[in-house]
């Protein structure tokens, strides 16, 4: 793609179908480093009453993951519906999302008279569509709930498909009746043989923190652990969003953005995004991305940012003193994402000796003192997991930490590359 020359809604196209920022991956072409994973819905697709739980930390790609796997196999799955949650969201309330997404998507016919019979059995009856409820889904059981699925997603025994439907988001839910209903709703569905399939995705370091320690629903669930990605793999994403658009980076500028990733794809979307933003407004013409282009991008990622990511850096490094800025940046550097206080202390004064003009926290337990401040409230930036030891409540904002000491000239991570 010659970039001076390109209409720049032929860019636009092409860069929202490579380049994924702030939407999921559905094509599993596009999703690097998940082939086990991948197996693994796979494995719950084609295995008799099983459903799936993907879980792991916010952004790395639960939601992408469980919506390309849908495509990949799509000689055995549908996709029917994909609903979020809520903090507040019922079950009566969830259900109707997802009855509305299958009317709308096509999944069910409303004109018989013999399907307008039996959903009025449900409590409610449809005028044309699925935005016309003449009255309030009201679902008591989980018993109603899986007759009720199985009446608006009937078994396709032509095609010899089950449906799927998508609950994400499910770890807002703060409602433990709501979470009890359908963990118990998937067990019931796989007793009643029902050809539906449900993905659950929510955010967590462990799954009981989702589901609790249901025992007898464990055999009914496949947990999916994702963890983040490797530095490689991010690598890889980075190198072939660019030649998607005959453009190289050198491998320092790859193994930069690795770096600030920390495993999370979405940063290395949100950075190539804004380099090829850069590179189409300024017409670049070369394929090998100068380092003023790579350099604006970056910027222009922290920038655009998540808001709640910008907003916690601005918090935690606007404090009465700018001390706090290399503080988190000593935190953020490494490979380790929990680390000891002697290790944050040898890194923070290699990073004050890095600055020329800066001047550090000499003493040692002023240096401990800011890493505790940053650790006070149910919101803090840092958790102290134990004595001494230190990490990120939000793993992300480690990687937004990243981009901001790289764009000051602090490259953390492993090894050092020449600038």
């Not at 407004?281 to 380092?291: L, P, V």
């Not at 102290?384 to 000051?408: C, D, I, Q």
Request: hydrophobic share 35%.
């Amino acid at each position: 793609m010659d970039l001076k020359t390109t209409p720049r809604k032929t860019f636009i196209d092409r860069k929202n179908h490579f380049v994924h920022p702030s939407s999921q991956i559905s094509d599993p072409r596009q999703l690097v480093g998940r082939e086990a994973p991948l197996k693994e819905l796979r494995d719950c697709f084609e295995t008799k009453g099983l459903h799936a739980f993907i879980w792991g930390l916010r952004g790395v790609g639960k939601t992408s993951l469980a919506h390309s796997a849908c495509e990949k196999y799509d000689d055995s799955v549908v996709l029917a519906a994909a609903i979020g949650c809520e903090k507040n969201s019922t079950s009566n309330e969830l259900l109707k999302d997802v009855f509305r997404r299958v009317v709308n998507g096509g999944k069910v016919n409303l004109s018989g008279k013999t399907i307008k019979a039996k959903i009025a059995a449900f409590g409610f009856s449809v005028e044309g569509s699925a935005e016309g409820f003449q009255n309030q889904l009201s679902i008591g059981s989980v018993n109603h709930a899986s007759d009720f699925l199985n009446t608006i997603l009937p078994a396709d025994h032509e095609e010899n498909k089950e449906w799927v439907i998508i609950i994400d988001e499910f770890d807002q839910l703060k409602n433990t009746k709501t979470i009890d209903f359908f963990t118990s709703l998937a067990k019931q569905m796989s007793v009643d043989n029902v050809s539906i399939k449900f993905i659950f995705c929510g955010v967590a370091s462990n799954l009981n923190e989702l589901i609790g320690s249901h025992e007898s629903v464990d055999r009914y669930l496949k947990a999916v652990d994702l963890n983040p990605l490797l530095s490689g793999n991010i690598i890889d994403i980075s190198k072939d969003i660019a030649e998607e658009f005959s453009l190289t980076l050198s491998s320092g500028q790859l193994n930069r953005i690795a770096q600030i990733a920390c495993g999370y794809p979405h940063f290395a979307h949100v950075i190539m995004n804004e380099i090829l933003n850069v590179a189409f407004e300024e017409k670049f013409e070369r394929t090998q991305i100068s380092a003023t282009i790579y350099k604006e991008g970056v910027q222009s990622a922290a920038k655009g940012a998540a808001t709640r990511l910008r907003k916690a850096y601005e918090d935690a490094t606007r404090r009465g003193t700018d001390k706090y800025i290399e503080v988190l940046w000593a935190t953020a550097d490494g490979q380790l994402m929990t680390k000891q206080f002697k290790t944050i202390k040898e890194d923070y004064d290699r990073i004050i000796l890095e600055q020329n003009n800066r001047e550090g926290i000499s003493k040692e337990q002023n240096l401990r003192n800011h890493l505790n401040e940053l650790c006070k409230g149910d919101d803090s930036v840092l958790i102290r997991e134990k004595t001494g030891w230190y990490s990120f409540r939000e793993p992300m904002l480690r990687s937004y930490v990243r981009m901001m000491a790289h764009n000051n000239g602090i490259d953390l991570g492993d090894e050092s590359f020449k600038r």
